[in-house]
């Protein structure tokens, strides 16, 4: 019976090298056959390396291209935000440069240094002329503010015109420089003469002035408010631009210019005044 027990263990004993034999063998050929595969890959990664660096350049540019397309739709919006921006701090920037002359305007009416005792009508200008046939502004005060017309019209220098027309909110003032208004003047010694309109954006040409008359360039003239005179004493109508003295004539030759810039008008102060009963 002993020899049957060691037979048994035998070969209980060999099925076991067997066994672990074949588990050895197993896996050094998976290990021979990983690196034999990560050696296939290897070798694929290095042959397709080049056709991959192609490809990527070849779309490289498109790339780029979409970006840029991309970045440059930015910047443009960016650009016509900043332009937008810009626009509106000018158009502010003028609006206050406007505002602020518009006060200096009523300041300057507010201290008239001519015809201070004289009640006045503030009005804004709301249209110029310039035609051919007569040299105006429109106002925004009429027969409902007490105007009527003849009555003057001043601006922070000095005078300006007259009102000719007068609607109930609307009233036309003529302007010393259309060539039909003519207005009493006084040069600096006293001496009085007549200024006449010579047409936009010329100077007032003087009449009747005494031959002799000492005037130098810049002199100023006044409204001489004679007796019947249309415009009160006083109001600074133009200074000297030019002054000529000829031999044997029987008046000097003078220009003046107007102390007011009519393009620049927008507040103006009519006189309740009259020369009339």
Known sequence: MAVPRRTSRTRYVLLVLVLTAATIMTLAYRGHANAVIDKAKSGARDAFAPVGRVVADAFRPVGNFFRGAVDYGSVKAENARLRKQLGDLRRQHLEQA????????????????????IPKVTAEVVYLSTSNFQLTVEIDRGSAAGLRAGMPAVAGAGLIGRVVQVARDRS?????????????VRAPNGVVAVATGQGANRVLRVDYLAPGTPLQKGDVFVTSGTEGSIYPPGIPVGDVATAVQRPDSLQEDVTLSPLVDFSQLQYVDVLKWSAGP
Request: without cysteine.
């Open 172 to 184: 036309t003032v003529l302007l010393l420089t259309d060539p039909s208004s003519s207005v009493g």
């Open 98 to 117: 406007d505002q602020r002359r518009q006060l200096a305007d009523l300041l300057r009416l507010q201290g008239l240094p001519f015809a201070e005792a």
